[in-house]
């Protein structure tokens, strides 16, 4: 028998461990709660993470089994519950963040030490951190070379779930509550949950919004892109499973155009282990800057200002949309945190660590390569980064990907009645118009063309440059 110790993987089918155990005899389904790991997450994430374990549990139990539950180290918890349930090995998908790869070889030990088997395996990616390289064998820093290989190497099915004979006949104590667990419940409606809800959504998106993605995914008023990230993210769907879809979509595409698209979104997917190849070369990448500079960049430090950002209430429109629906749904579109992003480091002058642990703190998707990754490129500093003298301008931004204001008015109320046109044109009203026009609406808190100008000398003083 052989323990499945799910963690990033909250599925049943396409999870590349828990299908080998099954093939070996029976599987026992097991989840840790790990006050180390836990000190690391947030409310949306918890709150994400708790629902989709008890929707796994309910596939379980539907099969005559269930998930073991158990509170506390994993190096003592695995041991023990392998022992109880007379298993002689313990496998799992492997992670890939600095300290999870800690954790994971810590818990190996353990195992190893108590005499059982430990077994993991990659699943959570197409092509593991590393197997991606340069003909150096060093990892990519362009992302474009990256995506070619990904794009024309063979990739791997799907894998069934366990069938109901292939689960052990064992029984589970109750999840803990989030408020057990030391969370608050989360302020934002957090993503659909589970299993089946990312089902959904891939059957959804690749049914048509696939086939206008590349058109219409910086769009954020159109509902273009598929709303995977969290599921990604935990692992409710199998990245085999999404990419398979994508190439059916492809296969049956009316034309040219559309199957491009399907392309465009697999580009996308390529992006996520882009970032996991080079944030597990360079786990350090987490809290220090990707590229090296001569001096340390100045960033400044304004809590009022860095409190108007996580409000949304900078009187730029568009900034604040984004950071009012991070608030809301644990989620922001991806042209949003671009421009958020840049708005925070070239705008405000602040570190992108302080933007990064803010969004650590409401995406439910937060994944740590990734984040970091869109962090350090919005700020410059990172792999692929904008070149730090093409600063986004956010009145710009707003009119180009949301003409019409509509995803602005979704989230900022006070601007509901105001038309497009003006809502484009906020920051260059006189105060007294902006009084007249929305009046619970807050005036810019800085002059982006004064700022612009600023942010290029904070750079070239990083830089070295005369
Ligand atoms: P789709 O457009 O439908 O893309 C499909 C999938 O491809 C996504 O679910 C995601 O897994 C992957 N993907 C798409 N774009 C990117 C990208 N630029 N980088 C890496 N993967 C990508 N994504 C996260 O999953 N977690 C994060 O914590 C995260 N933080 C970010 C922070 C910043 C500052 C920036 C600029 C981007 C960040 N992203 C992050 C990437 C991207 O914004 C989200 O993956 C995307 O918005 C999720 O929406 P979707 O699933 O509808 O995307």
Redesign the pocket.
């Known amino acids: 028998m052989t323990v499945h110790w799910h963690r990033r993987d909250l599925r049943a089918a396409d999870n590349r461990s828990l299908s080998a155990a099954a093939e070996t005899g029976s599987v026992i389904p097991a989840f840790v709660f790990d006050p180390a790991v836990l000190e690391y997450a947030s409310p949306p994430r918890v709150a994400f993470m708790l629902e989709s374990l008890s929707e796994l549990r309910a596939w379980y139990r539907e099969r005559g089994s269930d998930l073991v539950v158990a509170t506390g180290d994993p190096r003592d918890e695995l041991p023990r519950i392998a022992r109880e349930h007379d298993a002689e090995s313990v496998s799992w998908n492997r992670d890939y963040s600095g300290l999870a790869s800690k954790r994971d070889e810590a818990v190996r030990e353990a195992l190893t030490d108590a005499g059982l088997e430990a077994t993991s395996v990659d699943d959570a990616l197409l092509f593991e951190p590393g197997s991606i390289t340069t003909q150096q064998g060093e990892t990519y820093a362009v992302y474009s070379y990256f995506w070619k290989k990904w794009r024309d190497r063979e990739k791997e099915s799907p894998v069934p779930a366990p069938n109901g004979e292939q689960l052990a006949s064992v029984s589970g104590d109750p999840l803990p509550s989030q408020e057990a667990l030391g969370f608050d419940e989360p302020e934002a409606n957090i993503p659909d949950t589970g299993m089946e809800a990312a089902r959904r959504r891939l059957e959804t998106f690749c049914a048509d919004p696939i086939y206008r993605y590349a058109d219409q995914?910086d769009d954020p008023a159109a509902d273009a892109?598929?709303?995977?990230?969290p599921h990604?993210?935990w692992g409710t769907i199998g990245i085999r499973t999404v990419y398979e879809a994508v190439e059916r979509a492809k296969s049956e595409a009316p034309d040219d155009a559309t199957a491009d698209s399907c392309e465009e979104?697999e580009s996308?997917?390529a992006?996520?282990a882009f970032?996991a190849h080079v944030l597990a070369t360079n786990p350090h990448t987490v809290t220090t800057n990707y590229r090296s500079y001569e001096n340390p960049i100045q960033w400044r430090t304004d809590a009022a200002a860095l409190q108007a950002w996580k409000d949304g209430t900078t009187g730029y429109p568009i900034v604040d949309a984004g950071m009012r629906q991070l608030r809301a749904e644990a989620f922001m579109?991806?042209r949003l945190?671009?421009i958020v992003?840049s708005f925070l480091t070239k705008d405000l002058l602040l570190d992108w660590r302080e933007g990064y642990a803010w969004?650590r703190e409401k995406?439910a998707?937060?994944?740590t390569a990734?984040?970091v990754?869109?962090?350090q490129?919005?700020s410059g500093t990172g792999t692929d980064a904008q070149p730090y003298f093409r600063i986004f301008n956010p009145m710009t931004q707003g009119e180009r990907h949301d003409p019409d204001a509509e995803y602005i008015r979704t989230y900022v109320p006070e601007l509901e009645d105001v038309p497009a046109e003006t809502i484009h044109e906020w920051v260059a009203l006189e105060p007294d118009e902006r009084a007249s026009v929305a009046p619970e609406y807050p005036d810019p808190i800085v002059d982006h063309a004064e700022r612009r100008e600023t942010a290029i000398e904070m750079f070239e003083a990083a830089r070295g440059d005369e």
């Open positions: 995914r892109t598929s709303g995977l990230s990604l993210k979104f996308q997917l992006w996520r970032y579109h991806n945190r671009m992003a969004f995406l998707d937060h994944d990734s984040d990754g869109g962090w490129w919005a």
